[in-house]
Each structure stands twice: as C-alpha cells, then as structure tokens.
C-alpha cells in the first residue's frame, strides 16, 4: 500500500479567500475573538482513494506515531510506504518504536522539505478547506470537527473523489487494481 501523508490545521477561525459581492458592498465574514485550533494528521491511499485521519489537539512525535501505527494495522500483511515531507516530527523514539513494532512492514519516503507540490495529500487537505472551512463560521470548534470528519467520512464512501484530488487518474483503476502495462496505450512512435 502507498500513501501519502502529512498534518494540516483545522481551525474555528474560518479560513478566508475571495468572494464576489454587488459593487461598493463589502462581504462580511463573522469570527470568533479567539481561534481555537486542532491539528488533523492523515493520510491517503494513492491507490484507492481511502483516508486515514485523525484529529488532534497537537501534532507532536507521538501523533504522528499514531498516525503511522493506525496505517500499520490497517494493513496486518502488507507492507504500507508513507511518503511525507522531511519535517523534524517524523524522526524520533516514538517514530522509530512504531518502525521496530512493524518489523519492516512499514518504509518511510521523505519528501525535500518545503514542497508541497510534491506531496498530492496538500490537495485533499486545500479541497478539505473549500467545502468546510472556507468563509464558514461554525457555532464552536466541536461543530467544525464535526464537520471535518463528516468531509472524510463522505469522502472514504466515494473514493474515485479522493484519486481525483490527488491525480491518481481513477478512471484508469478500480478498486484493489495495481498498474500495470495493460493501462496504458503504446505512444504512435512505439507503433511502428
């Protein structure tokens, strides 16, 4: 199994962007004095669309070990790859116990640090923040985590979405499907 992981921020501040509004009116969007924040740390699977996200007041070494253990027993007999960002959370005791514990079932790629283009998970969390935080202020933070796990929840029912986001091209894969040549069409050249 392959996935791509990392964290983002989920917020009862609403995230901002661009709106339309009549001329010479300004939109206003309401927000509370004072932001209160957890830290979502998840993952998707490149292969089929499914997510694994887990909603915390941090994001230290021991939730990303979390996170990493929750893959590990996802999947009893096969070896998952996680590839995220070099960020100093992925390297520590915590990290390496779940490493040991998973006893080379578990292989860790990571990404340069500081490229989020490299890393398709940032769209799912962007697309995450368009359909649930975007200029929305909910009642309190407990409503916006509702909502966060309702986005996911609805998301890991329909997983051709999820492949969409990430550009892992759903129309070519169903379910379980590994890629193999027979996905692909020879380029004129190779027609002779």
Not at 36 to 52: C, I, P, S
Not at 90 to 110: I, N, T
Not at 112 to 129: A, C, G, H, I, N
């Amino acid at each position: 199994m392959f996935y791509y992981a990392d964290e983002f921020s989920i917020s009862w501040h609403p995230t901002l962007r661009a709106m339309w509004s009549p001329r010479g009116q300004q939109v206003m969007v309401p927000t509370p004095m004072q932001p209160t924040r957890r830290y979502g740390l998840g993952a998707a699977n490149w292969h089929t669309g499914e997510t694994v996200v887990l909603i915390r007041r941090r994001k230290r070494r021991r939730e990303v070990a979390e996170v990493l253990q929750a893959l590990v027993d996802k999947h009893p007999h096969e070896r998952v790859y996680v590839a995220w960002d070099n960020a100093g959370t992925r390297q520590d005791d915590e990290v390496d116990a779940v490493m040991r514990g998973a006893a080379g079932r578990l292989v860790l790629l990571y990404l340069p640090t500081y490229s989020p283009w490299l890393d398709p998970v940032e769209m799912l969390w962007r697309q995450f923040r368009r359909e649930v935080t975007h200029c929305e202020l909910f009642a309190n933070l407990e409503a916006v985590l509702t909502a966060a796990r309702a986005f996911f929840d609805r998301y890991n029912q329909r997983l051709g979405g999820v492949r969409s986001i990430l550009g892992a091209h759903p129309a070519c894969m169903n379910d379980g499907d590994v890629l193999s040549s027979s996905h692909f069409r020879p380029s004129r050249g190779a027609l002779g």
